[in-house]
């Protein structure tokens, strides 16, 4: 393998391993945010445990490791794939060794890869999460959705690569929300305070 190659997929892992909602809690709050909600160290729990603007500084470190992993093919002047190697940071932040190998669901640095590869799909994933969180008011179920749906419409662009790491992905996010899936068949899922879904659960409890 080509020593650029290798060199490109550790600073990516790297790059990915960073835990941006433990550090931002531990640093700027004393919390870690894994004592608390639901014990995931990415976007979703940060804006449960840690607010707002935590949350949305999270978000985008979590994306920018992504984006910042798929551009080093660029920095580098190498030929490699920069879907592959942004695979590298989706792996990381799974995987992260500054976090003892226990990391997020990946979404956020998923997408941050796809901004590079191609924006047109990341303007599409956005849209679709966000009408799906409008409508359900749950992260995990929009995450589920954008997926999936994000995979049927890579068919239509013919890019192999592009299908294949979509179909992986998507079946990696099912699998790590399969606690969020018995949630949402039993109705308790955890909902953003926003959103159609919200006001449903809220008018039920009244």
């Not at 294949?164 to 399969?178: G, N, Q």
Request: charged share 10%; net charge positive.
């Amino acid at each position: 393998m080509d020593s650029k190659i290798i060199i490109m997929l550790l600073i990516g892992y790297l790059l990915g391993s960073i835990p941006s909602g433990v550090w931002i809690g531990k640093i700027f709050y004393n919390k870690d945010i894994r004592n608390f909600g639901s014990g995931n160290m990415g976007t979703t729990n940060t804006f449960r445990v840690l607010g707002k603007k935590a949350g949305i500084v999270v978000l985008l470190m979590d994306m920018l490791k992504g984006t910042l992993t798929a551009c080093l093919p660029f920095i580098f002047h190498s030929n490699a794939n920069v879907m592959l190697i942004g695979l590298s940071a989706i792996l990381g932040h799974v995987f992260p060794i500054f976090a003892g190998f226990k990391g997020g669901k990946a979404v956020a640095t998923s997408v941050g890869v796809l901004l590079v590869y191609n924006w047109q799909f990341f303007l599409l994933s956005w849209a679709i999460f966000l009408i799906t969180l409008y409508i359900t008011s749950m992260v995990s179920m929009a995450s589920m959705v954008g997926f999936t749906l994000i995979t049927l419409a890579s068919f239509f662009y013919h890019d192999l690569i592009l299908t294949c790491v979509a179909v992986a992905l998507t079946i990696f996010v099912f699998v790590r929300h399969w606690g969020n899936i018995e949630r949402i068949k039993n109705g308790t899922e955890n909902l953003v305070p926003f959103g159609l879904g919200y006001k449903k659960r809220q008018q039920k409890n009244k």
